[in-house]
């Protein structure tokens, strides 16, 4: 067994889905990952789309791909914010082109979308979104969750257990 920490970049701004980004920062950490939560700003406090707030370890315009195993997005109305980063579009493409695992659910599709990695993908998120993912080019699922290579997706918060199996299935490589 490795002794090397597995460490995760979880994304967040206002209006996140406080479920979508909550249940994955507790379950990762419960199974010994250390997750980081970056805004804009660092030790910035957030308040999710239904008042539950989170602080900022870090901020996203100072963090690299390289120092991280995977990348999360919350979904909630946070997504529509983030792809707006060019920063976090940088992100995104780096954490694709080095095939480190991305997770996304719900709205969470929008950065993915804005990124430009979705071509040929297959993916899931809310039913809301699904014209926008497959306008760019992915190929959408109506499952609780799909993984396609190193991109895990899931469709809103009652398919959190089966996402984070999912995500833990492609960041740890159990069977």
């Known amino acids: 067994m490795s002794e090397k920490t597995v460490k995760v970049l979880q994304l967040i701004d206002h209006d996140f889905e406080d479920l979508e980004l909550w249940y994955p920062v507790l379950r990762l950490r419960e199974a010994g990952v250390e997750v980081h939560i970056a805004g804009e700003k660092k030790q910035e406090t957030y308040i999710g789309k239904y008042g539950v707030p989170a602080v900022s370890d870090c901020s996203f315009l100072e963090e690299n791909a390289e120092d991280y ?81 190193h991109i895990v997706s899931s469709r809103r918060p009652p398919d959190l257990p089966q996402y984070m199996l999912a995500f833990l299935k492609v960041l740890l490589g159990k069977k």
């Open 69 to 149: 195993d995977a990348l999360l997005v919350p979904g909630g109305w946070a997504p529509d914010k983030l792809r707006r980063y060019p920063a976090i579009l940088k992100l995104v493409q780096e954490f694709n082109v080095s095939e480190k695992p991305i997770g996304q659910i719900c709205h969470a599709g929008w950065v993915l979308i804005s990124a430009k990695i979705l071509t040929g993908r297959k993916v899931t998120s809310t039913p809301g979104i699904r014209d926008d993912m497959e306008n760019a080019g992915a190929i959408w699922l109506d499952e609780p969750a799909v993984i396609d290579g």
